[in-house]
């Protein structure tokens, strides 16, 4: 039995069309009345942030193994915050409509809609409009976050009356530009050992990401093209490139289980590998969808964890977000950055430029020099502060999804966040005395 309160249902965000958004909400573990309000989306984009967020990372809950009940995660950020998760666009996960032309869909007309959801939100629970509020998210949420974040500024900046109380953005091995962070993926491989010296030199000097888009990659020349192809079948199926270190997980013998009801081991590294596929299980089981007040209209289709529905625009992965991170740290709010450094999909080797990039664009002098941050004694990462304003911070041993693989210092670097701490740079208790004996 849990001590906070829970939520789940829908915001209606356009009554003409049938579009409507699927949210859930949890309370702060204690004292909800005087911790903050933090939004998380998943990326994609297309994917699910109650799956994801609530339900695999950050939220109170994670499925069991056998995909029919819940365990309880001890490292929930509704310790530090209350958590807001919403499926956004329509057609991803519960949300829908009733407009199958709304399923086309993209960067702008997704901000728009998370705008009139956050309005609507904020009707139904009214205590909240005064509380701080921060925007958070991973991965394709690089694009979801700063372009919500704007259009609320655009809100501040023309209403009279209520406005959003945004203190702080914070992003997740974030797709912030394209051009830098594809690149960095081969950087990565090759730096780990994952591709050979003579296939590195060949995409580094063949291939040209400067006019890199998605979908329709320019200048690619045949020795570039072919080096990739080769990076492909090199790493290959039994890496998970969202965690270079992860064992990965066998669909069919999960499947197996979880239909006999059994109670499968599959742990690697502390981490359930498989839990993607329990919680496609759970969440597709009849008496949690009523449980959640979640599918009220039917839908055609099972739970997903990333849309099969939504045609989602191939060119706006191609916006620079910096401009936009740029002007929200123009308007005063923190903006944090971390990386999972296990992560080759968007690795830290990019994001760490694009913020020193943006440093550089800022006039921002180094607040804190780049270096090791702690947590229970042990480096929890590396971190740099500019102007106490924009702050780049690695967790060590984590993947893509920074909570799943290290939930105790993503925590950490949470709280600090939403608390307006700089991540601890000093490690107690000192451990002098103890070097001195292992010399």
Known sequence: MVKFRQYAGYIDVDVKKGRSLFYYFVEAEAEPDHKPLTLWLNGGPGCSSVGGGAFTELGPFFPRGDGRGLRINSKA????????????????????????????????????DMHIFMMGWYKKFPTFKTRD?????????????????????????????????????AVGNPLLRLDRDVPATYEYFWSHGMISDEIGLTIMNDCDFDDYTFGSPHNVSLSCNNAISEVNRIVGDYVNNYDVILDVCYPSIVEQELRLRKMATKMSVGVDVCMSYERQFYFNLPEVQKALHANRTNLPYSWSMCSGVVNYSETDGNINILPLLKRIIQNHIRVWIFSGDQDSVVPLLGSRTLVRELANDLNFKITVPYGAWYHKGQVGGWATEYADLLTFATVRGAAHMVPYSQPSRALHLFSSFVRGRRLPNTTRPSIDDTSKILL
Not at 84 to 102: H, I, K, M, Q, R
Not at 148 to 169: R, W
């Open 133 to 169: 509020l921060f925007l958070s998210g991973e991965s394709y949420a690089g694009h979801y976050i700063p372009q919500l974040a704007i259009a609320l500024l655009d809100h501040n900046e023309h209403s009279k009356d209520f406005k959003f109380n945004i203190k702080g953005v």
């Open 77 to 112: 950020w509704n310790k530090a915050s209350n958590l807001l998760f919403v499926e956004s666009p329509a057609g991803v996960g519960w949300s829908y409509s009733n407009t199958s032309s709304d399923y086309t869909c993209g960067d702008a007309s997704t901000a728009m």
